[in-house]
């Protein structure tokens, strides 16, 4: 004896059609966790011909950030932010209204934008050597010691304080 199927090919599509529905709708939340984070706009001035700089650019952005490049150097954006001259270097940027000054490292940055602080921004003075943008292979693996510095204007806005923000030994 033989058994006939009594489900007609229509009606087998619409139980496979409302089968694949149900599967995307359980997958569809693992993959909106999967996706990217939307990157933090940064935007950056700095001297159009200077290589440790543009090496610092491609560490941000490999570190979740969109950078806006301005090849115009950044002395007068630094006095404009109002960092004195001896917090400076070869690159000053602007993200979500904080002030980052030189060759800061992106978890600094990350750290700086989760903890908030009533402060101008953040600052690696000079260009020491192992900081990012400074450690490429011309460098010989070479890491000097560095602080980034948390700068705050003072009580009387007419000079900054700094603090140690992190310590690289």
């Known amino acids: 004896m033989r058994l006939e199927h009594t489900t007609s090919a229509p009606s087998r599509r619409a139980a496979l059609r409302r089968l694949a529905l149900a599967g995307m ?22 001297d159009p011909s200077c290589g440790c700089c543009q090496d610092w650019v491609v560490h941000m952005e490999q570190n979740g950030f969109a950078v806006t490049v301005r090849d ?32 800061v490292p992106a978890a600094d940055v990350h750290k700086l934008l989760r903890q908030k602080p009533k402060a101008l921004g953040i600052a690696v003075p000079g260009m020491p ?3 990012p943008g ?10 000097d010691p560095y602080d980034v510095l948390l700068v705050t204007k003072n009580l009387m806005n007419s000079d900054v304080t700094t603090q140690t923000f992190t310590s690289y030994r």
């Open 25 to 46: 709708a359980l997958a569809a939340p693992s993959l909106r966790a999967a996706a990217p984070a939307a990157r933090i706009p940064v935007e950056v001035w700095k």
């Open 72 to 103: 115009t150097g950044n002395g007068a954006v630094r006095a404009k932010l109002g960092l004195p001259a001896r917090l400076g270097s070869c690159h000053t940027a602007v993200v979500e209204g904080y002030a980052v000054e030189g060759h």
């Open 129 to 131: 050597v192992g900081s």
């Open 134 to 143: 400074m450690d490429g292979p011309a460098y010989g693996g070479r890491k």
